[in-house]
T-cell receptor, first 119, second 113 residues
C-alpha cells in the first residue's frame, strides 16, 4: 500500500448533513494537505498539516469546514451543515518534506479523491 | 484572487504536433511545480523548478522557469495519445504563505490520433 488512500471514493449527502472524509497518507510523510477541485479547475488549497498541527488553514472557506490529524498520520476533513456549493472532489496529498521547502523531496503525492455530492 | 494564471485553457493537437502551456504570475514565485492529471485521475507530480532561468527535460517534455521567476512553460515535442490530460502548474508564491501551493487552472490537452 504505497500510495495515498482516501475514503469514501464517493459520498452523496443531503443539504444540511454532516460528512467526514478520510485520508491515509504515505507512511513517513509528515506533511499532509487537503484540496478541493471543482470541474475544470485546478486544486484549491484548503489546509496543510505538518505533523499533528495545522500549519496553514487559510484555505478553509468558512467555519463549517474543519480538519484534524490527531496522531500525525490519518487525517479527517469534516464538513458541517453541507451546502450544494460544497459539491466537489476533495483531494488529499502528502509529502516527505514540508510544503515550500526547496529540496528534491518536495513533490506532493495525491490520493484518488473523494467525490462529494450534496443534493 | 487567483495568483497563477495558465493558458491556454484547452488545446487540441494532431498526434505528432508540439504542445506548449504557459504559466504566469504577477508576483515572484519561490519555485514552480508541474502536475499532470489524466481524465478521471488525480494530479501526478512531474517536476519542480527552483532557479531563475532553469530548464529541465524529461524525454519529450521541456520545462522552463523564467529569469524573473514569474513565469514558466511546459513544452511537449511530438505529442502522443498518452499525453492526453490536464497539465497544471503550481507555485509557492514568495509574498504569501510559504506553505500554500497555488495551482493554475490547467490546460486540457487532447491529442487526436
Amino acid at each position: 500500500g504505497a500510495g495515498v488512500s482516501q475514503t469514501p471514493s464517493n459520498k452523496v449527502t443531503e443539504k444540511g448533513k454532516y460528512v467526514e472524509l478520510r485520508c491515509d497518507p504515505i507512511s513517513g510523510h509528515t506533511a499532509l494537505y487537503w484540496y478541493r477541485q471543482s470541474l475544470g479547475q485546478g486544486p484549491e488549497f484548503l489546509i496543510y498539516f505538518q505533523g499533528t498541527g495545522a500549519a496553514d488553514d487559510s484555505g478553509l472557506p468558512n467555519d463549517r469546514f474543519f480538519a484534524v490529524r490527531p496522531e500525525g498520520s490519518v487525517s479527517t476533513l469534516k464538513i458541517q451543515r453541507t451546502e450544494r456549493g460544497d459539491s466537489a472532489v476533495y483531494l488529499c496529498a502528502s509529502s516527505l518534506t514540508p510544503s515550500g521547502s526547496q529540496g528534491p523531496r518536495n513533490e506532493q503525492f495525491f490520493g484518488p479523491g473523494t467525490r462529494l455530492t450534496v443534493l | 484572487g487567483q495568483q497563477v494564471m495558465q493558458i491556454p485553457q484547452y488545446q487540441h493537437v494532431q498526434e505528432g504536433e508540439d504542445f506548449t502551456t504557459y504559466c504566469n504570475s504577477s508576483t515572484t514565485l519561490s519555485n514552480i511545480q508541474w502536475y499532470k492529471q489524466r481524465p478521471g485521475g488525480h494530479p501526478v507530480f512531474l517536476i519542480q523548478l527552483v532557479k531563475s532561468g532553469e530548464v529541465k527535460k524529461q524525454k519529450r517534455l521541456t520545462f522552463q522557469f523564467g529569469e524573473a521567476k514569474k513565469n514558466s512553460s511546459l513544452h511537449i515535442t511530438a505529442t502522443q495519445t498518452t499525453d492526453v490530460g490536464t497539465y497544471f502548474c503550481a507555485a509557492h508564491i514568495s509574498s504569501g504563505s510559504a506553505r500554500q501551493l497555488t495551482f493554475g487552472s490547467g490546460t486540457q490537452l487532447t491529442v487526436l490520433p
